[in-house]
């Protein structure tokens, strides 16, 4: 592969937002460092410099130069290591392209929202927000039988730019799982996610970063205490 100059990583291990990144590496065998921060504790100058709008994870840094926001870093690898033989991410179909992107647009503007905002909600605010998360994934699935093409991803045999904005989540949704006593990708009500889910896991460019549970559940436990302790210390609203 012709050198494409020096790759950085600016992330944290439990970021479903960083794993995108590293998977889309992973698929293109970019070699990269890993920058590891401490969030949400203390943020690095470099982060600071390099995100001074956000200020979070990912940063990728391409030759010193930072691409920000996990989706747009993945879309700008698949463009910058689109050499011939290497699996493309985004789908070249424009339409099929734009389906893609919608979807993602969808989980994150809707799905990892509701979802995350079950873990600091309590009854009847956690039920609506858990009835929110069930819905999307009824959405996903129905959108999963639409783009399917007789592959084990969303768009063939190889992992695409759904696949890793979806498959993202995964490791909080078995966090959320064992927190919440509900199985969110349960077989029976979604079956085309619940196999989909398996093959993303096993894939070769996802095993090696995906978070490990018990760590990721035991500091999602933490966020969640620091939310709620946010949350209780909020002025009411007048």
Request: glycine share 8%.
């Amino acid at each position: 592969m012709e050198k494409q100059g020096e790759v950085k990583l600016i992330g944290m291990w439990s970021s479903p937002f960083v794993l995108r990144v590293k998977v889309a590496l992973n698929i293109k065998g970019v070699p990269y460092e890993s920058l590891e921060e401490q969030l949400p504790f203390s943020k690095s100058q470099l982060l600071l410099d390099s995100n001074p709008v956000h200020k979070k994870v990912p940063v990728l840094l391409h030759d010193g130069k930072p691409v920000c926001e996990s989706l747009i870093i993945v879309e700008y690898i698949d463009e910058v290591w689109a050499s011939a033989g290497l699996p493309a991410i985004l789908p070249r179909d424009p339409y099929e392209r734009a389906v893609a992107r919608f979807w993602a647009s969808y989980i994150d503007e809707k799905l990892f929202p509701a979802m995350r905002g079950t873990m600091a909600a309590e009854d009847e605010q956690r039920k609506a927000l858990l009835e929110q998360v069930m819905s999307g994934l009824g959405l996903l699935e129905d959108a999963f039988g639409k783009c399917w093409k007789g592959g084990k991803f969303f768009g063939g045999e190889t992992i695409g730019f759904l696949d890793i904005a979806l498959g993202s989540i995964l490791a909080l949704m078995k966090v959320f799982d064992g927190a919440m006593g509900v199985k969110l990708l349960d077989e029976t009500k979604f079956p085309k996610l619940a196999a989909w889910s398996e093959a993303f896991c096993e894939a070769e460019p996802v095993k090696e970063v995906m978070p490990e549970h018990e760590r990721l559940a035991e500091f999602a436990m933490v966020i969640r205490e620091r939310m709620r302790a946010a949350k209780a210390a909020a002025p009411p609203p007048s």
